[in-house]
């Protein structure tokens, strides 16, 4: 028989390709027996199913009919199921009802339910597996290249993957739903801010600053005091928080420097998990979201460090879809769970825009914190972007450092935040300081925000002497304070309290550091070329020894030996004998 059409097999189209797609209708019918009259046995199975698991589309229609009921409350029954269908004008996709009573007929226990919820799961994977293998087959056939084909295999990898780490079924959309009870009887006005009072739980904030400004230094000193339940910038201890940080911006040798340095040590970690160059893919990729959110669901952690964001990205800075993926992938998961994100950040060419890059990467923060270098050891951070408002707006820092020999004293090193009455109190008193200048400047009611020119020519009518470099440094500083919202630097806004110290911790009267070339603090290398230096913080009155320095005598500019004391005092940067002709002060 020639003149005949074969008949096809039924598990093969025309393109010799699968069609018979693996599924296991009696373990669906098991589940909705069980689902159909227990809300738990519905929750149990949720954990484990999708709705997209479950085959024959009857049997998805009463799957999802069931869950509306458990997310309004309502206990599930066959009746309710089968009215809810009616309601929708569906009941024949059910056999008019009859699949709804046929299957509700038997009440199988909610105990029962996961096993067979694990059976469908499983056959719904060999489906998935076995349409990647049809898309593949079909592809080829259509000479697909080399590149599409392998964009089809990490597609498909990735979307298992991230289906593996953020769960199954309607149950994490459902658990979206506020419960209008418990929402307004909350107070979130009485939030309870993490250590440093920097952002509240659960927050995603972003920290900018410039290149050597301290950003990993002051975040990782931060981190680890949030760990071990200590305080930082003067807040009270809390309870240790567990805290992933993911770093491909720093040395193992400079994070070990620099945990030293805080006083910490293999026993006195705390919570804090490090994750050093960790092998996850871009953040931005389906991919990478699932590694982070794997690695957050095996630490358990409550907060995500990203240390710098640009290292984990694969998409262009400039292009906002690149920092919109990355909020679809990664950081909306974990805002969703409660858990909050810092990410670290460099600051562009122009430092009044912030962050380089897309203007997209401050939209779904909650807050923008920038970190600036003002010199002499002190800094100045600033909040400049919030969604919420919740806690201060501005912080003026003091980075304090001491060293042992070639190495950084264990526990020598913190962030604190500055007391200007008590820390330049000593210096104030000695004319040519910057500390002597701001003095001046502020009992003559020379306003914050004076430039160099005006403050020039008033210290010039005061007959106050000076050299440019410390009146430069002295119109930074005075400029940070005014630009700090909400920051008082007067001497009634900070009283005489002593700062806490922590384990580890040298005496307050320890002798200063002395000067390292190459290095300012534990694990910052000499600066490049073009980028300014960050020196060690002068001296204090207060004497807690801790990154100060004792002062240096002063040097003729011309034959390079000390100037007597009362001479230097007076401003003069030569010896009479040096430079006869002109005898005037240096500028």
């Known amino acids: 028989m020639e003149n005949v059409r074969p008949f096809p097999h039924p598990q093969a189209d025309h393109d010799g390709l699968n069609t018979r797609a693996p599924h296991d209708v009696e373990a669906e019918a098991m589940v909705l027996c069980a689902v159909m009259h227990s809300a738990d046995a519905y929750r149990a199975c949720a954990e484990l199913l999708d709705r997209t698991d479950i085959y024959l589309p009857a049997h998805r229609l009463i799957w999802d009919t069931v869950a509306g009921l458990v997310a309004a409350g309502t206990p599930p029954h066959p009746a309710l199921i089968r009215a809810e269908i009616e309601r929708q004008g569906r009941l024949h996709e059910v056999q008019g009802g009859q699949l709804i009573y046929r299957l509700g007929a038997e009440m199988l226990p909610p105990a029962s339910a996961p096993h067979f919820a694990d059976q469908v799961a499983e056959k719904a994977r060999e489906r998935r597996y076995d349409e990647h293998a049809n898309a593949l087959k079909a592809a080829i056939s259509r000479g697909a290249t080399g590149d599409e084909l392998n964009t089809l295999v990490a597609d498909f990898t990735q979307a298992e993957q991230l289906r593996e780490a953020t769960g199954h079924g309607p149950a994490h959309l459902v658990s979206t739903l506020l419960d209008w009870g418990t929402f307004f009887a909350t107070d979130f006005g009485d939030i309870q801010l993490l250590p440093g009072r920097l952002m509240a739980p659960g927050q995603q904030i972003t920290v900018v600053g410039d290149g050597k400004a301290g950003k990993s230094l002051f975040t990782q000193e931060w981190m680890w005091r949030a760990a071990t339940g200590q305080s930082f910038l003067g807040d009270k201890p809390q309870a240790p928080l567990r805290i992933l940080y993911l770093d491909a911006e720093n040395g193992q040798e400079q994070v070990q420097e620099r945990f030293l340095s805080f006083g910490a040590g293999p026993r006195h970690m705390g919570e804090l998990r490090y994750a050093s160059f960790p092998p996850v893919r871009p953040l931005d990729t389906a991919g990478g979201g699932a590694d982070l959110l794997a690695l957050v669901k095996a630490t358990t952690a409550e907060l995500v460090v990203i240390d710098t964001v640009s290292r984990f990205i694969s998409g262009p800075e400039n292009d906002a879809d ?266």
């Open 322 to 587: 690149t920092w919109l993926s990355l909020y679809r992938h990664t950081l909306l998961p974990l805002k969703r769970d409660r858990i909050g994100s810092i990410r670290l950040d460099h600051r562009g060419k122009d430092s009044e825009r912030g962050a380089r890059g897309s203007s997209a990467k401050t939209q779904d923060v909650d807050h923008v914190w920038e970190l600036s270098a003002l010199g002499g050891g002190t800094l100045s951070l600033k909040r400049t972007h919030t969604r919420t408002g919740i806690g201060p707006d501005g912080f003026n820092l003091v980075r304090q450092a001491r060293r042992d020999g070639d190495n950084w004293a264990h526990g020598g090193t913190r962030h604190i935040v500055m007391e200007w009455e008590q820390e330049n109190a000593g210096l104030a008193a000695t004319p040519g300081t910057v500390e002597h200048l701001v003095t001046v400047l502020d009992r003559a009611g020379v306003p914050n925000d004076a430039g160099n020119r005006a403050v020039r020519q008033k210290l010039a009518d005061l007959q106050v002497s000076a050299r440019n470099e410390r009146i430069a440094e002295a119109v930074k500083l005075r400029k940070a304070r005014s630009d700090s919202p909400g920051i008082d630097v007067s001497p009634k806004a900070f009283p005489s309290v002593p700062q806490p110290t922590f384990p580890g911790n040298v005496s307050r009267n320890t002798p200063g550091t002395e000067e390292t070339a190459g290095q300012t603090f534990p694990g910052t290398l000499g600066e490049t070329r073009g980028t300014p230096p960050v020196p060690h913080v002068p001296p204090s009155k207060r004497g807690n020894g801790e990154g100060t320095q004792q002062p240096q005598t002063s040097l003729c500019t011309v034959c390079n030996t000390p100037i007597a004391p009362d001479w230097a005092a007076r401003g003069y940067a030569t010896h009479i004998g040096c430079d006869p002709t002109t005898g005037t002060p240096a500028a």
